[in-house]
Each structure stands twice: as structure tokens, then as C-alpha cells.
T-cell receptor, first 113, second 115 residues
Framework: GNSVTQMEGPVTLSEEAFLTINCTYTATGYPSLFWYVQYPGEGLQLLLKATKADDKGSNKGFEATYRKETTSFHLEKGSVQVSDSAVYFCALRRKGGSYIPTFGRGTSLIVHP | EAGVTQFPSHSVIEKGQTVTLRCDPISGHDNLYWYRRVMGKEIKFLLHFVKESKQDESGMPNNRFLAERTGGTYSTLKVQPAELEDSGVYFC?????????????FGEGSRLTVL
């Protein structure tokens, strides 16, 4: 079946540090890939997505590239801010079938001033 | 435009009691999903409505869970009787279209604590 594996957190960084949160997936066919973010006290919201191999999703300084050969969709940001502190969820939606999104366990990011 | 709203935000009940969670999706969104996240683990799919019909309820853990969406608007998820392992955060999400590229819009979640 479909699954998403994320690196365990929390990830603790100083402001302006480089961020990478790893995400790999298992799915039949070629799914669409997503990163959602949950800020404290809020619901999940879409951060970025990529719908086919080699696509790069980007938003708010975050980027992730859909790598079919390594079945990965790692999230990166060149310089994190305190306001980026949140829980980040990697997710996939399979093409065909029920399209039910599958989520990872989430990675907590804590950014210190 | 109002987002997805969930009620209550937090519920504390004793084992054996009943709890009903409510979700109001974004107006016009036919697709409504329920998910659950147990502490630190992945967000797990429970079920999917298209309007008032259950499209997929393969993630419902057992028959103590009952979901309804009368009239295709808001949805309720009842847990009866609640067990300790039902504790977690229950998320509701809605979307306008099906398909694999669409975005889900989430509520803030209902945290359930079963003592």
C-alpha cells in the first residue's frame, strides 16, 4: 500500500540556518506529493506540492523536488525564521483509485532566535 | 470565506462514555475527510464522504465509531463507548474536487482524551 516516511523530530535550529526535512514514499504508480504545515493552534495548510517527476514545488522560501528515482520529496529552506516553527507533514495522493491522501508522521521544527 | 471548523476543540471523557465530534466543511465542498493522529504518529485516514454518501470508510477502526453527514453539509463522528486507545487528535478536511492534485483544507482538530 501507500506510505510516507519522514525523519523523526524534533529538528532544532538557530535562526538563519539551513533546513532539510527528509521524506520518502512508497506508492503504486506516480502519485502527487505534498508538504503541509501545522502552525501552533491551527489546522494543517498546504505549503507546496509537485504533481510529476522532477517538478519543484516552492512557497514562502521552502522548496521540494519530486525525485522519482529515489522516491523522495525532501523539504528545504535556505534560511529559517522563528516563525517557521511548526509541524511539517509530507503527503501523497495516488493517481487513480480513491485519491485518499496518505500522510507521514510529521516532523516538528523548532527555530531559536 | 469561513474555513473548516471543528467542535469541540478538546474533549476529556472517561472510558465507556460517548463523545460526538462535529465538522463543518467549507461551503460547497462535496468531499469531507476524517483523519486521526495519535501522539507523534502519522495522520491516519478514517473515512471519506462525497456529499452525504460514504465513499470510503476503510480506515474506521471498529464499530464503536460512527460517522454521518446528513444532507451533505456538516458531519459528525461519534465514538461509543470510548476506549483509552481512542485518544488523539481528530482532523476533518474538505475539498471541492476529487482527483490527485487537489488541496485539502483542514480544521484545527478536535483533541480527544479518554481517561
Amino acid at each position: 500500500g501507500n506510505s510516507v516516511t519522514q525523519m523523526e523530530g524534533p529538528v532544532t535550529l538557530s535562526e538563519e540556518a539551513f533546513l532539510t526535512i527528509n521524506c520518502t514514499y512508497t506508492a503504486t504508480g506516480y502519485p502527487s506529493l505534498f508538504w503541509y504545515v501545522q502552525y501552533p493552534g491551527e489546522g494543517l495548510q498546504l505549503l507546496l506540492k509537485a504533481t510529476k517527476a522532477d517538478d519543484k514545488g516552492s512557497n514562502k522560501g521552502f522548496e521540494a523536488t519530486y525525485r522519482k528515482e529515489t522516491t523522495s520529496f525532501h523539504l528545504e529552506k535556505g534560511s529559517v525564521q522563528v516563525s517557521d516553527s511548526a509541524v511539517y507533514f509530507c503527503a501523497l495522493r495516488r493517481k487513480g483509485g480513491s485519491y485518499i491522501p496518505t500522510f507521514g508522521r510529521g516532523t516538528s521544527l523548532i527555530v531559536h532566535p | 470565506e469561513a474555513g473548516v471548523t471543528q467542535f469541540p476543540s478538546h474533549s476529556v471523557i472517561e472510558k465507556g462514555q460517548t463523545v460526538t465530534l462535529r465538522c463543518d466543511p467549507i461551503s460547497g465542498h462535496d468531499n469531507l475527510y476524517w483523519y486521526r493522529r495519535v501522539m507523534g504518529k502519522e495522520i491516519k485516514f478514517l473515512l471519506h464522504f462525497v456529499k452525504e454518501s460514504k465513499q470510503d470508510e476503510s480506515g474506521m477502526p471498529n464499530n464503536r465509531f460512527l460517522a454521518e453527514r446528513t444532507g451533505g453539509t456538516y458531519s459528525t463522528l461519534k465514538v461509543q463507548p470510548a476506549e483509552l486507545e481512542d485518544s488523539g487528535v481528530y482532523f476533518c478536511a474538505s475539498s471541492q474536487v476529487q482527483g490527485n492534485t487537489g488541496e485539502l483544507f483542514f480544521g484545527e482538530g478536535s483533541r480527544l482524551t479518554v481517561l
